[in-house]
Nanobody
Framework: QVQLVESGGGLVQAGGSLRLSCVAS????????MAWFRQAPGKEREFVAG?????LYADSVKGRFTISRDNAKNTVYLQMNSLKPEDTAVYYC?????????????????WGQGTQVTVSS
């Protein structure tokens, strides 16, 4: 089993930046697909970005967010720039088996506890 722990959330003004980190422990594997999702109050959890042998972004964050992976540190990062109030949500790190980055949350078998990101206008 792999465990995921996120950090790096906080309160930031619109236009600001934050970097989220997700550290994996346990039976980690560099072959896992790793992704970030987010969930705003009253909304469904949505895909933000994912990394496998390639990277995929949601259209809403393309050009502003960057996902990266350091396999030596078992860590995935999400650099978030030009933040907007609509980016406010709890951000979750997730892991899936396989090689394809999928945007469906049900296909991810392991989740972190989430970290709150709040962007003020």
């Amino acid at each position: 089993q792999v465990q995921l722990v996120e950090s790096g959330g906080g309160l930031v003004q619109a236009g600001g930046s934050l970097r989220l980190s997700c550290v994996a422990s346990g039976r980690t594997s560099s072959t896992y697909v790793m992704a970030w999702f987010r969930q705003a109050p009253g909304k469904e959890r949505e895909f933000v970005a994912g990394v496998s042998g390639y990277i995929l972004y949601a259209d809403s964050v393309k050009g502003r967010f960057t996902i990266s992976r350091d396999n030596a540190k078992n860590t995935v990062y999400l650099q978030m720039n030009s933040l907007k109030p609509e980016d406010t949500a709890v951000y979750y790190c997730a892991a899936a088996s396989g090689v394809f980055v999928v945007t469906t949350s049900a296909l991810y078998h392991t989740w972190g506890q989430g970290t709150q990101v709040t962007v003020s206008s």
